[in-house]
């Protein structure tokens, strides 16, 4: 292993980096803006944030993946000129080879090195006694767990003793119990700079998991992605967290992220950031959070008549703190809520909801999602096709083109599903083709309406 020692030159250094999507110079679409971050060695560094924020594409741009639109990016002080040599990356979807198996999974983190076989051997030994796959060498990734499985991507990152290891939400495919004991022990690992890494570097959407590993806390705000806050972790490891101090931070995160996710103000553009009108960088669209439209009206119809706390109203629901964030930001969207302060109470229209009939709901939704620049966009594009309605494979092109740091599969499905409630759209997934509602559909008996929406 090789060995070091301690400097104040950053492994990694991110300079004013910014990033943009799209085609064409006049259809780019920012995702990141000035972005600036170090990480020194021996630092834990979570990437925290709603959907949308970058946070995946910082850690790409980091591992010399993706290169920025602009800024700079510098790997031991000197500029980094293609993928970063001191990087190994663990995935959320484990990206092993089924035909492999554990060991041979393992080893290909090797396959460039200059160790004989012997030394492959005995780093082989070390890191998968580290990560419990002893005896589990010889077996095929089909035969595993998710947890085991993630356990092989970890051993694969770790036995090339990477500068930095960056872990890209690794936990989320997980059940609880298996998520909690892999983050146990990637904590245990990291609190040991003795153990294969310098430093490591994780994307994480969870406010608790964040806070119980990282020593400094990346909160980023979305659209375009933007460091908000860096929060520094001043307790020590191991650390409990059900003690005062850990929830007081979680608190605190909790705070700003609120903030980051429900502020609706946006930075003023710069004199040489000129948007024309119509332009797909309009400010106006917004993306839409990847919720249901049964988790907003679940939400819009338990709230009270008075001012709630959001992070209180987080916990009685049992729902993770960013999660149910989305679904917040999701009905205020819409217009049902409206996020004051750190508190989520009921506009006029998430009142009149409440005491609407099935019916009435359903033209409340109607003319509140057209009021919605992105559902305004593909009504026009209905209206303005030959046959009025429009392929799954142009609404995809639109999509990718307005949001390009969304996917647009899975904003496309959101899209159709909160379209169907307030039958704006419908849309036959067998001839993949989406077409506005008829006005006469407006108030029919829901029996009438399940045969055309597939509900």
């Given at each position: 292993?090789?060995?070091?020692?301690?400097?104040?030159?950053?492994?990694?250094?991110?300079?004013?980096?910014?990033?943009?999507?799209?085609?064409?110079?006049?259809?780019?679409?920012?995702?990141?803006?000035?972005?600036?971050?170090?990480?020194?060695?021996?630092?834990?560094?979570?990437?925290?944030?709603?959907?949308?924020?970058?946070?995946?594409?910082?850690?790409?741009?980091?591992?010399?993946?993706?290169?920025?639109?602009?800024?700079?990016?510098?790997?031991?002080?000197?500029?980094?000129?293609?993928?970063?040599?001191?990087?190994?990356?663990?995935?959320?979807?484990?990206?092993?080879?089924?035909?492999?198996?554990?060991?041979?999974?393992?080893?290909?983190?090797?396959?460039?090195?200059?160790?004989?076989?012997?030394?492959?051997?005995?780093?082989?030994?070390?890191?998968?006694?580290?990560?419990?796959?002893?005896?589990?060498?010889?077996?095929?990734?089909?035969?595993?767990?998710?947890?085991?499985?993630?356990?092989?991507?970890?051993?694969?990152?770790?036995?090339?003793?990477?500068?930095?290891?960056?872990?890209?939400?690794?936990?989320?495919?997980?059940?609880?119990?298996?998520?909690?004991?892999?983050?146990?022990?990637?904590?245990?690992?990291?609190?040991?700079?003795?153990?294969?890494?310098?430093?490591?570097?994780?994307?994480?959407?969870?406010?608790?998991?964040?806070?119980?590993?990282?020593?400094?806390?990346?909160?980023?705000?979305?659209?375009?992605?933007?460091?908000?806050?860096?929060?520094?972790?001043?307790?020590?490891?191991?650390?409990?967290?059900?003690?005062?101090?850990?929830?007081?931070?979680?608190?605190?995160?909790?705070?700003?992220?609120?903030?980051?996710?429900?502020?609706?103000?946006?930075?003023?553009?710069?004199?040489?950031?000129?948007?024309?009108?119509?332009?797909?960088?309009?400010?106006?669209?917004?993306?839409?959070?990847?919720?249901?439209?049964?988790?907003?009206?679940?939400?819009?119809?338990?709230?009270?008549?008075?001012?709630?706390?959001?992070?209180?109203?987080?916990?009685?629901?049992?729902?993770?703190?960013?999660?149910?964030?989305?679904?917040?930001?999701?009905?205020?969207?819409?217009?049902?809520?409206?996020?004051?302060?750190?508190?989520?109470?009921?506009?006029?229209?998430?009142?009149?909801?409440?005491?609407?009939?099935?019916?009435?709901?359903?033209?409340?939704?109607?003319?509140?999602?057209?009021?919605?620049?992105?559902?305004?966009?593909?009504?026009?594009?209905?209206?303005?096709?030959?046959?009025?309605?429009?392929?799954?494979?142009?609404?995809?092109?639109?999509?990718?083109?307005?949001?390009?740091?969304?996917?647009p599969k899975i904003l496309f499905k959101n899209l159709v599903g909160w379209a169907r409630y307030g039958e704006l759209f419908s849309f036959d997934p067998r001839t993949a083709i989406l077409k506005k509602f008829e006005?006469?559909?407006?108030?029919?008996?829901?029996?009438?309406?399940?045969?055309?929406?597939?509900?």
């Open positions: 292993m090789t060995t070091s020692t301690a400097t104040t030159e950053p492994i990694v250094e991110l300079i004013g980096v910014e990033m943009r999507f799209g085609e064409g110079d006049d259809q780019k679409m920012k995702v990141l803006e000035d972005i600036n971050l170090k990480i020194q060695e021996h630092d834990v560094m979570a990437l925290l944030g709603p959907s949308g924020c970058g946070k995946s594409t910082i850690m790409r741009i980091l591992t010399g993946l993706i290169k920025p639109t602009s800024g700079l990016v510098k790997y031991m002080g000197k500029p980094m000129p293609s993928v970063n040599p001191g990087v190994a990356m663990v995935f959320q979807n484990f990206a092993l080879f089924p035909w492999l198996s554990v060991r041979e999974n393992i080893l290909l983190g090797l396959e460039n090195s200059t160790y004989s076989q012997e030394e492959k051997e005995q780093h082989f030994q070390k890191i998968i006694e580290m990560v419990g796959l002893d005896g589990y060498g010889d077996v095929l990734p089909k035969e595993l767990s998710g947890g085991m499985k993630q356990r092989v991507g970890i051993a694969r990152a770790l036995i090339m003793e990477p500068q930095i290891l960056c872990m890209d939400e690794p936990f989320s495919a997980l059940d609880v119990l298996t998520g909690e004991t892999l983050r146990n022990e990637i904590g245990r690992i990291a609190m040991d700079s003795t153990l294969g890494f310098k430093s490591l570097v994780i994307v994480t959407h969870n406010i608790a998991e964040a806070v119980y590993l990282a020593r400094n806390i990346v909160v980023l705000a979305a659209h375009p992605g933007r460091v908000q806050k860096i929060v520094h972790n001043p307790l020590p490891y191991p650390r409990d967290s059900a003690s005062p101090a850990f929830q007081q931070l979680v608190s605190q995160i909790h705070g700003i992220l609120t903030n980051s996710v429900l502020d609706d103000g946006e930075p003023p553009a710069t004199e040489t950031e000129v948007v024309s009108p119509g332009s797909v960088q309009d400010d106006a669209y917004e993306p839409i959070p990847n919720v249901t439209m049964g988790e907003v009206m679940g939400l819009v119809q338990m709230l009270k008549p008075e001012p709630e706390n959001l992070f209180a109203l987080a916990t009685r629901l049992k729902k993770d703190f960013s999660t149910f964030l989305s679904v917040v930001k999701a009905a205020e969207l819409i217009d049902l809520v409206e996020t004051p302060g750190q508190t989520v109470r009921l506009t006029a229209s998430g009142i009149a909801f409440q005491k609407a009939d099935v019916k009435n709901r359903k033209r409340l939704i109607h003319d509140l999602l057209l009021a919605l620049k992105i559902f305004k966009h593909l009504a026009d594009r209905i209206d303005q096709s030959e046959n009025k309605e429009i392929t799954e494979e142009e609404a995809l092109h639109d999509l990718a083109q307005i949001f390009p740091n969304e996917r006005k006469t559909y407006l108030g029919k008996p829901p029996a009438s309406r399940l045969k055309e929406t597939g509900a």
